[in-house]
């Protein structure tokens, strides 16, 4: 299947600093996802992005659509400790019914 | 309240059984979706369907079945066939193609 490179694996950080995370792949995408997971739970959509160059914002988070269609960008700001989980990003090839997941951002927030 | 529902929430299967998991959406959307997470990797596609009586195998649909015999249900079965079946299966609902999914809270299925 697709491969799609989530980076990096896990995050160590304290509360109040702002995180970055990113998605790439070799292939264009036509949509790009991102999720939060948190133990146990199934994942919650947090933004969807759909044209290249996109940059959209839900409260603290931002997320943006690469130029290239090969990538994609999710930055948290002042994080706190409820930012605690997993982030996936999810792609979708053009023409495909189908997401691709990446592998995930395993984000720890020491209060 | 609108969603998706998964259950039971924690299934074991004995060796040489077959087990079905539940998934019902009562958000009207027409594809549903089932996969497969494993600690500390992406989820992995198993089978999908876009419409009723309809479906289509993902990424790692051997040891799987399904059926689509109605729009709110997607049930998966895992078969004797599927060697290492302990996992934490997700199911997943869209609008339609190239919409976002929403997701269950999961079923984790160990053996016995």
């Known amino acids: 299947g697709q491969q799609l490179n989530q980076s990096p694996q896990s995050m160590f950080i304290q509360e109040g600093e702002d995180v970055s995370m990113n998605c790439t792949s070799s292939s264009i995408f036509n949509t790009w996802l991102w999720y939060k997971q948190d133990p146990g739970e199934g994942p919650v959509l947090l933004i969807a992005l759909y044209k290249a160059g996109e940059l959209t914002s839900n409260g603290r988070l931002t997320a943006q659509f690469g130029i290239t269609r090969k990538d994609s960008f999710l930055n948290i700001s002042a994080s706190i400790p409820s930012d605690v989980g997993i982030y996936f990003c999810a792609g979708q090839l053009y023409n495909f019914n189908k997401f691709y997941f990446g592998s995930g951002t395993k984000l720890n927030v020491k209060p | 309240d609108g969603g998706i529902t998964q259950s039971p929430k924690y299934l074991f299967r004995k060796e040489g059984q077959n087990v079905t998991l539940s998934c019902e959406q009562n958000?009207?959307?027409?594809?549903m979706y089932w996969y497969r997470q494993d600690p500390g990797q992406g989820l992995r596609l198993i089978y999908y369907s876009q419409i009723v009586n309809d479906f289509q195998k993902g990424d790692i649909a051997e040891g799987y079945s399904v059926s689509r015999e109605k729009k709110e249900s997607f049930p998966l079965t895992v078969t004797s066939a599927q060697k290492n079946p302990t996992a934490f299966y997700l199911c997943?609902?869209?609008?339609?193609?190239?919409?976002?999914?929403?997701f269950g809270d999961g079923t984790r299925l160990s053996i016995l």
């Open positions: 997943a609902s869209s609008p339609g193609r190239g919409q976002p999914q929403h």
């Open positions: 958000l009207n959307h027409d594809a």
